[in-house]
C-alpha cells in the first residue's frame, strides 16, 4: 500500500517530468483538466453537490465583504459611515 508521501512524491516527480517533456504551460494545463474532470466525477458521484459548493462560494465571497460572524449567508456589513470635510 502506498502512503500519502509516497503518493504526493509520485504525484510530483510527474509534474516536472512533464514540465520537462512538454514545457510549464502543457503542465499546468495538464493540472486544470484534471481538476475539473476531478470536480465532475464528485459531482456526478454525489460527493459534490451544487449547494454545498455554493454555499462555500457564498461563506468565501461574505468573508471578503466582512460580514458579521452572526449575520446570515449573503448578508454584508454596511460601508463605515464617513465624515465629509469642507475645504474653504
Known amino acids: 500500500m502506498m502512503s500519502t508521501k509516497q503518493f504526493g512524491a509520485l504525484l510530483g516527480f510527474l509534474f516536472a517530468f512533464t514540465i520537462a ?4 504551460g502543457t503542465a499546468i494545463l495538464c493540472l486544470l483538466v484534471a481538476a475539473v474532470f476531478y ?3 464528485g459531482f456526478f458521484e454525489g460527493s459534490l453537490g451544487m449547494a454545498e459548493a455554493q454555499d ?5 465571497r461574505d468573508g471578503l465583504r466582512g460580514s458579521s460572524p452572526g449575520a ?17
Do not use: E, K, N
Open 56 to 60: 462555500r462560494l457564498t461563506a468565501a
Open 21 to 24: 517533456a512538454f514545457g510549464l
Open 39 to 41: 470536480a465532475a466525477a
Open 72 to 88: 446570515p449567508p449573503g448578508a454584508a456589513q454596511p460601508a463605515p459611515a464617513t465624515r465629509s470635510v469642507r475645504v474653504r
